[in-house]
């Protein structure tokens, strides 16, 4: 299968600061990429889906102006948490798809995102 | 909303096979079914999806039943590096369509 990078892995920062996390398809194109985050002992809540060069789609109850998405290449996608505060504090995890090559869809490793 | 129905949690004996099973009874006739895993604390891991017919590689087997509301994913010799969450989920075939995860089966191998 396809192999999905994320960067950084784990990340601590203080509260009010942003942080970027970098997805990376490193062996295809990826058209559409998605991000993800799960809290502890819970399932993946999809957050948003990103074509490449366009406005990503965020789902219900998910704040576009703090978790920006820029989709610009076909294979690197980037969330960034802008403010991040202590409730910000969760695993976030990239898939790649829409490569008609692929039917089903890989994930990156996920990071760790720690708010003080 | 959950599109399947799988039970909270399995045991397994190791270098026994595995039998996860999966309810989507509102599957709809373009829908495939996906199952994916996730290790503690890592991204999930793609399995194995099919349509209707059984599929067989080498991490698993997918036995759809006839008419597709239920589906059972077999580990054929679990192993200890094999427990983990496992995942169906029911999804178009179309490529640029999210996956929707619901709580999965708890998949607890044991020597």
């Known amino acids: 299968g396809a192999v999905v990078s994320q960067h950084p892995s784990r990340v601590i920062c203080k509260s009010g600061t942003s942080v970027k996390i970098e997805c990376r398809s490193l062996d295809f194109q990826a058209t559409t990429m998605f991000w993800y985050r799960q809290f502890p002992k819970k399932s993946l809540m999809l957050m948003a889906t990103s074509n490449e060069g366009s406005k990503a789609t965020y789902e219900q109850g998910v704040e576009k102006d703090k978790f920006l998405i820029n989709h610009a290449s076909l294979t690197l996608s980037t969330l960034t948490v802008t403010s991040a505060h202590p409730e910000d504090s969760s695993f976030y995890i990239c898939?790649?798809?829409?490569?008609?090559?692929?039917?089903?869809?890989?994930f990156g490793p996920g990071t760790r995102l720690t708010v003080l | 909303d959950a599109k399947t129905t799988q039970p909270p949690s399995m045991d397994c004996a190791e270098g026994r096979a595995a039998n996860l099973p999966c309810n989507h009874s509102?599957?709809?006739?373009?829908?495939?079914v996906y199952w994916y895993r996730q290790i503690h604390s890592q991204g999930p891991q793609y399995i194995i999806h099919g349509l209707k017919n059984n599929e067989t590689n080498e991490m698993a087997s997918l036995i759809i039943t006839e008419d597709r509301k239920s589906s059972t994913l077999i580990l054929p010799h679990a192993t200890l590096r094999d427990t983990a969450v496992y995942y169906c989920?029911?999804?178009?075939?179309?490529?640029?369509?999210?996956?929707?995860f619901g709580k999965g089966t708890t998949l607890s191998v044991s020597s």
């Open positions: 898939s790649a798809g829409g490569n008609p090559r692929y039917n089903e869809q890989f």
């Open positions: 509102t599957i709809s006739g373009n829908e495939y």
């Open positions: 989920i029911v999804k178009s075939g179309q490529a640029g369509t999210a996956l929707i």
